[in-house]
């Protein structure tokens, strides 16, 4: 945005192939916590494609950005997801984490020590990639038997730009999806005509706050005190797709970040 747009791409790119890497590396099995705002530079790269007027392109690194969102909160889940997969196999499974786990813990510990031993830590290094690359073998014939599993799991890949635009199949229907960066608000709508990109020049703060204003209980004790705010946030967000709106009887929403609330 200050004109070092070469310069930010090739920021948000390495931080986007080290997040990658560190994922590898430190394996799927490793604290949901760790590098929480890992969505960050795809949402930087969502501003640079928009800055381009590259819609589908924006719409690729929303959908990444997603992903990432996704995976770790289905991690944070206390519930194993593993329907259709026999018993034995998540017997197997439990026993590959445990064994991941335990091996990374000890890898730490001994990486921690004042004096490390290297025998020991060449060791421990050697024991974790054979049970990461036993459970990635395992991980492919169950993939392959129970291929939605993944997809329950957050694991599936995003979807791109280019195939999110042909998802609207008939003329009545309107997929509207908001992405909410630092600087902007970002209105894809995806229509059997194809996508549509707008901008709206808000501040991820200033739209919280302007949010928090119509949910005010002021607001909302009645139907003509929510009238004002709630015009205001219709007028801000759907103004700029109100073509794309008319006539279709089926819209499905899909918020970001503070829209949640809405």
């Known amino acids: 945005r ?8 090739a920021a948000y790119a390495t931080a986007m192939n080290t997040i990658d890497r560190l994922r590898r590396e430190i394996g799927e099995d490793t604290e949901p916590s760790f590098l929480d705002d890992r969505a ?16 589908r392109g924006a719409l690729t690194y929303v959908e990444r950005a997603r992903a990432q969102v996704r995976r770790d909160l289905l991690r944070r889940s206390p519930v194993t997801i593993d329907k259709g ?15 991941i786990v335990s091996t990374r813990t000890q890898l730490v510990k001994t990486r921690d020590l004042p004096k ?3 025998a020991r830590l060449a060791l421990l290094q050697d024991r974790l990639a054979a049970a990461r ?3 990635a073998t395992f991980r492919q014939r169950i993939d392959e038997t129970l291929p939605h599993l993944a997809r329950w799991r957050g694991e599936a890949p995003p979807i791109d730009g280019e195939t999110a635009a042909t998802i609207v199949s ?9 992405a909410v960066t630092d600087e902007r608000v970002h209105v894809f709508a995806l229509a059997k005509a194809g996508l549509t990109h707008r ?9 919280a706050a302007r949010i928090l204003k119509a949910l005010d209980p002021a607001a909302l004790a ?7 705010p709630s015009r205001d946030l219709s007028d801000l967000l759907l103004a700029p797709v109100r073509d794309e709106l008319a006539g279709k009887s089926l819209v499905v929403v899909i918020p970001d970040g503070p829209l949640w609330r809405v």
Not at 2 to 9: C, E, F, M, N, V
Not at 170 to 178: H, I, N, P, W
Request: no cysteine; net charge negative.
């Open 2 to 9: 200050l004109g070092r747009t070469d310069a930010a791409r």
């Open 40 to 55: 960050e530079p795809y949402l930087g790269m969502v501003d640079l494609a928009a800055d381009a007027d590259d819609g």
């Open 85 to 99: 997969m026999p018993a034995a196999d998540r017997d197997e499974e439990r026993a590959m984490l445990r064994e």
């Open 116 to 118: 490390p031993d290297p």
């Open 133 to 135: 690359e036993r459970h």
């Open 170 to 178: 008939d003329e009545a229907t309107l997929v509207l999806e908001f």
């Open 199 to 207: 901008l709206v020049e808000i501040g991820r703060k200033t739209l």
């Open 222 to 228: 009645s139907r003509d005190t929510w009238r004002d």
